[in-house]
């Protein structure tokens, strides 16, 4: 077990998080092995559990770590990914397809962003972010549940009409979207869920959280959308056109 230096400029919670990694990359530490606590790392590495919590919040956003309710912190399982091309916002589907695509907006405003999100939209750590919540529809009927987080550059968001198309409002802001990236899992339906896209308690959905980046490569915004199968599937298409 490393100690941490204390008078390097990398900030002990980023040395514990590369600590813990190190230890599951070597094999130290296996698939669904159970992590010290808390207030275990606290004593053993000389740290606050403020770091210790950090560094444990940065690895779970990363999927190295995952967290059991009321059981403990496990080594994350890895999983095989995949990569699938091709970006197309959800306005442009529903209009491809002969449907009416429409939002209705839960929530705008500004939030403190977590580690993870400032590393992947290229900002400062604490920095603030414009969140953008909505449930977009296909012909009135509830698909998906939708989190945006976007810099503090794209503030004018906030007195946009977001019941549209928000890549719409970019384009007229001379902003579009030309590349990034899309991770496809599963998940189980919240309470919240259940209500806004009427499914039942525990019902398994699709999860997918994009990156959006603009002509130039930088980062537009973070999406976190959870979709019901039952409504929305996917086709993958390769080589030649079928």
Not at 37 to 53: C, D, G, K, L, N
Not at 114 to 124: D, F, G, M, W, Y
Not at 224 to 241: C, D, S
């Amino acid at each position: 077990m490393n100690r941490l230096n204390k008078n390097s400029s990398i900030p002990l919670y980023q040395q514990l998080a590369d600590e813990i990694k190190g230890r599951i990359d070597s094999g130290a530490l296996k698939e669904n092995d159970r992590i010290m606590t808390e207030t275990e790392m606290s004593e053993a590495y000389q740290v606050s559990r403020i770091t210790v919590r950090k560094a444990i919040s940065l690895l779970v956003d990363e999927e190295y770590l995952a967290k059991r309710q009321g059981i403990g912190t496990f080594v994350g399982v890895k999983r095989l990914k995949r990569s699938i091309g091709s970006f197309m916002g959800f306005s442009q589907v529903c209009a491809i397809t002969g449907r009416r695509p429409s939002s209705m907006l839960l929530s705008v405003e500004m939030v403190e962003a977590s580690i993870s999100e400032c590393r992947l939209l290229n900002i400062e750590e604490g920095s603030r972010v414009v969140r953008i919540r909505r449930v977009r529809c296909c012909d009135d009927i509830p698909v998906i549940v939708e989190e945006n987080k976007f810099p503090l550059k794209y503030l004018f968001l906030l007195t946009e009409d977001l019941t549209g198309s928000v890549y719409d409002i970019l384009k007229n802001h001379g902003i579009y979207p030309g590349g990034g990236s899309k991770v496809i899992d599963v998940c189980y339906a919240t309470a919240e869920e259940c209500k806004l896209l009427m499914v039942e308690a525990g019902q398994a959905l699709i999860l997918q959280r994009d990156i959006v980046c603009d002509t130039q490569g930088a980062v537009i915004h973070i999406c976190k959308q959870v979709l019901n199968p039952a409504r929305y599937k996917m086709e993958i298409h390769w080589g030649h056109k079928i």
